[in-house]
């Protein structure tokens, strides 16, 4: 007997009590052939079980030679890549996969190294930048200097020259001179046979 058909025994008994303490009677339940029932639906479960299990085997194996060949191809295995066996794929898979992550190490290394250089001359680049503006601020400043002096030069230079009087060959001037009592007196009296002469003469004659 099933240990299912003994609670069901055991709850019918458990209510026939409490019917008989309350003073009625319920009807005799149904005889129901539990034993052959658990057996068919066990029989129902097994199959079915055993139709998914071997559905998802299936599925699996279907997807498992599916990830090998995406694997061959990703695998470099030579001219004899048809030979290799599953095992012997893998090897090969995972010692490839070993280098990719030590290149990809190296080329991190090497990627952090430019990126300092790259920081480094950017910085440089900003104080050149910076030196070279103040350097043509600055010659800007003294070249508009130099100009402002050489202006204010040259309009001295024009006014001192147009305040002098002009003077043309044809002035005449005054000369005075000391000449011997034997050359020609126009004016003055003579001493001890020298005397002071005075003559108007042009500025043509006085060039020699």
């Known amino acids: 007997m099933s240990i299912a058909a003994l609670l069901q025994a055991a709850e019918y008994l458990e209510r026939r009590e409490r019917e008989a303490e309350h003073g009625y009677a319920s009807p005799m339940p149904i005889t129901i052939d539990l ?16 139709t998914t299990h071997n559905e998802l085997e299936k599925n699996r194996r279907a997807h498992l030679r599916n990830c090998l060949e995406k694997l061959k191809e990703m695998v470099p295995l030579g ?13 090969k898979a995972k010692r490839f996969i070993k280098n990719l992550e030590s290149q990809e190490k190296k080329h991190m290394m090497h990627k952090d190294t430019l990126s300092r250089e790259h920081r480094y001359l950017r910085r440089r680049l900003d104080q050149l930048t910076t030196t070279l ?14 100009t402002t002096a050489s202006g204010a030069s040259t309009t001295s230079s024009a006014c001192s020259t ?5 003077i043309s060959e044809s ?32 500025l043509s004659e006085m060039v020699f």
């Open 35 to 50: 034993k052959g029932s658990s057996k068919r639906s066990k029989t129902k479960k097994s199959q079915g079980s055993r």
């Open 133 to 146: 503006n103040v350097n043509k601020r600055r010659s800007v400043s003294e070249s508009s200097s130099y």
């Open 171 to 202: 002035d005449e001037v005054d000369v005075t001179g000391w000449v011997s009592d034997t050359g020609s007196v126009q004016s003055g009296s003579s001493d001890s046979g020298v005397a002071l002469s005075t003559c108007r003469i042009t």
């Open 162 to 166: 147009s305040s002098s009087p002009s």
């Open 79 to 91: 001219h004899e890549s048809s030979r290799h066996t599953t095992l012997g794929l893998l090897t």
